[in-house]
T-cell receptor, first 113, second 109 residues
Framework: GAGVSQSPRYKVAKRGQDVALRCDPISGHVSLFWYQQALGQGPEFLTYFQNEAQLDKSGLPSDRFFAERPEGSVSTLKIQRTQQEDSAVYLC???????????FGPGTRLTVT | KNEVEQSPQNLTAQEGEFITINCSYSVGISALHWLQQHPGGGIVSLFMLSSGKKKHGRLIATINIQEKHSSLHITASHPRDSAVYICAAYTGANSKLTFGKGITLSVRP
């Protein structure tokens, strides 16, 4: 079946704009993860959902970041009042169970100008 | 100090060489992922292992839980193996993955 998909693949936002990034996990995958990858760095954990419940949001860098997964499938990561330091690739991953193998989407490259 | 460290940071090899990429971690883990990322591309999971050794084609991954160390070996390397290789450890209670910075491998023809 289809893998994890993310949209848009590229997003350019002016400083101060709000953005919404979408993740479609693999059908049937219970767990969904968001990661942020700065240029030249490894990804860093942002938040984790099990079905519609957000079990861990300890990695969200500020209250400008908000994630939801209202029906336990598609998830949206929203960043309000974007700043230049938010420029990064945002990766979504899903897994059948919490500690199972994670399958990654292609990422959304966000550039804040 | 990062919880997950990788070495070397950059690696260049000649086609056909045997390559080893190392990963060490400083915390207790339940499992470790080896991931591959091509420039501008997404991340592909190569292995997930919690003990011993796994093999897939020309790739072999090993882990030593006592020594908190894992290695990824590539036999008969090929230019198409050029990519960033990232190890990531499951740490903590909530399935959180902690990533190394990744190693950039270039295989010359």
């Amino acid at each position: 079946g289809a893998g994890v998909s993310q949209s848009p693949r590229y997003k350019v936002a002016k400083r101060g704009q709000d953005v919404a990034l979408r993740c479609d996990p693999i059908s049937g995958h219970v767990s969904l993860f968001w990661y942020q990858q700065a240029l030249g760095q490894g990804p860093e954990f942002l938040t984790y959902f099990q079905n519609e419940a957000q079990l861990d949001k300890s990695g969200l860098p500020s209250d400008r970041f908000f994630a939801e997964r209202p029906e336990g499938s598609v998830s949206t990561l929203k960043i309000q009042r974007t700043q230049q330091e938010d420029s990064a690739v945002y990766l979504c991953a899903s897994s059948f169970a919490g500690s199972g193998e994670q399958y990654f989407g292609p990422g959304t490259r966000l550039t804040v100008t | 100090k990062n919880e997950v460290e990788q070495s070397p940071q950059n690696l260049t090899a000649q086609e056909g060489e045997f390559i080893t990429i190392n990963c060490s971690y400083s915390v207790g883990i339940s499992a470790l992922h080896w991931l591959q990322q091509h420039p501008g591309g997404g991340i592909v999971s190569l292995f997930m292992l919690s003990s011993g050794k796994k093999k897939h084609g020309r790739l072999i991954a090993t882990i030593n839980i006592q020594e908190k160390h894992s290695s990824l070996h590539i036999t008969a390397s090929h230019p198409r193996d050029s990519a960033v290789y990232i190890c990531a450890a499951y740490t903590g209670a909530n399935s959180k993955l902690t990533f190394g910075k990744g190693i950039t491998l270039s295989v010359r023809p």
